[in-house]
């Protein structure tokens, strides 16, 4: 098995609302991460997951909070956003943090912020 | 400044013409060179993975290759079914910056 899911597929929230995007992976990864992507952009790095422990987070507003529940799950809970923060989120996995092992993404979470 | 490029912006084929991609990067200390597809509003898809120049890998019809300071993706008489954005970053080690630097894409469209 070499999926990453995610869910949910589409997203729309207005500002003030409190919504939570999830990842899931059955590969025995043990690094998991966010991007975020606009259009016609490649992936912009958010937040870096190595053993359950945050490893990198890249400055990302704290409107973003992720959290790794176990070795299988990420979630990026969102609060407060702004019209700004609407992108396509991805969910990657890679056996460990290093810098030889390919990541692994899910088909992303397209979130719209009105 | 590290950084990777990739040409052409966008490419448009007629199915059964072959041509390639290009990446070049000017990282020093390269851990690895991926190639990934994507295709709109989806995720990245994991192609290739290039570790040192000289190194080749192959899938159906695409073929990776690395030199020093560049990687082709060669597409072998694509089908239309090929046509995606296709992306390349580059890893490398330098003090504690792990991340991936990518380029912008190449859009490449097949014709019937």
């Known amino acids: 098995d070499t999926e990453v899911t995610q869910t949910p597929k589409h997203l729309v929230m207005g500002m003030t609302n409190k919504k939570s995007l999830k990842c899931e992976q059955h590969m025995g990864h043990r690094a998991m991460y966010w991007y975020k992507q606009k259009a016609k952009k490649p992936p912009e790095l958010m937040f870096v997951?190595?053993?359950?422990?945050?490893?990198i987070n890249e400055s990302v507003p704290s409107r973003f909070s992720p959290e790794c529940p176990n070795s299988s799950l990420l979630n990026l809970h969102l609060h407060a956003l702004q019209p700004e923060d609407s992108a396509l989120y991805l969910c990657?996995?890679?056996?460990?943090?290093?810098?030889?092992?390919?990541?692994?993404f899910g088909p992303g979470t397209r979130l719209t912020v009105l | 400044e590290d950084q990777v490029t990739q040409s052409p912006e966008a490419l448009r084929l007629q199915e059964g013409e072959s041509s390639s991609l290009n990446c070049s990067y000017t990282?020093?200390?390269?851990?690895?060179l991926f190639w990934y597809r994507q295709d709109p509003g989806k995720g990245p898809e994991f192609l290739f993975t290039l570790y040192s120049a000289g190194e080749e890998k192959e899938k159906e019809r695409l073929k990776a290759t690395l030199t020093k300071k560049e990687s082709f993706l060669h597409i072998t008489a694509p089908k239309p079914e090929d046509s995606a954005t296709y992306l390349c970053?580059?890893?490398?080690?330098?003090?504690?910056?792990?991340?991936?630097?990518w380029g912008l894409g190449t859009s490449l469209a097949v014709n019937p």
């Open positions: 970053a580059v890893r490398w080690n330098a003090g504690n910056n792990r991340k991936l630097i």
């Open positions: 990657a996995s890679s056996q460990v943090e290093n810098p030889y092992n390919e990541q692994f």
């Open positions: 997951y190595s053993y359950e422990k945050l490893s």
């Open positions: 990282v020093s200390g390269l851990r690895g």
